[in-house]
């Protein structure tokens, strides 16, 4: 049975993961509709992965006897800048993201729950992955200054990380 505290910091999971996945299939949709195939293809794929997320944590909190409430999730916003404005946006969402997973890592802690602290070490390596990809896309968007947007498009579907294989 989950602790109170642990439940709702799970059940507060949910709704980010869901916002992440669609603050993704907005940064997608832009892109598929401002020239960028290839950029709009990788946020699809990113927006799913973030919906697994939040099954994750729905199947956890309910296999444990708690109870995963389906989110009101907020408006993302629609429109960017560009596509460097778009991959800096992902950035800053995904290192909250690792903050709000650390506030899980603390309160498991505190409540010495030790089942789900070692269950939500997943995700602690998953947030190092998806910081890294996002940063090395940035990278190369600072390498090309702008040029060559259009070759950039079409590699950067090549440019995610690792799928582990729980999620294969
Ligand atoms: Fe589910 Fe990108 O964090």
Request: aromatic share 10%; charged share 25%.
């Amino acid at each position: 049975m989950l602790k109170k505290a642990v439940e709702e910091i799970l059940v507060r999971q949910i709704e980010r993961e869901a916002y992440s996945s669609n603050l993704y299939l907005s940064m997608a949709s832009w892109a598929e509709t401002n020239g960028f195939g290839g950029v709009s293809e990788w946020m699809y794929a990113q927006a799913e992965e973030e919906k697994v997320h939040m099954l994750k944590f729905m199947k956890y909190v309910n296999e444990r006897g708690g109870v995963a409430v389906i989110p009101a999730v907020a408006q993302p916003p629609a429109d960017f800048k560009g596509v460097q404005d778009i991959f800096e946006l992902t950035l800053e969402h995904e290192e909250f993201v690792s903050e709000s997973i650390n506030e899980i890592v603390g309160v498991c802690l505190d409540e010495k729950d030790f089942t789900t602290h070692n269950w939500i070490q997943w995700f602690v390596t998953e947030q190092i992955e998806e910081e890294a990809t996002v940063r090395s896309i940035i990278d190369k968007l600072k390498l090309l200054d702008g040029h060559n947007l259009y070759m950039f498009d079409s590699d950067v579907s090549k440019m995610r990380g690792v799928i582990p294989a729980s999620q294969q």
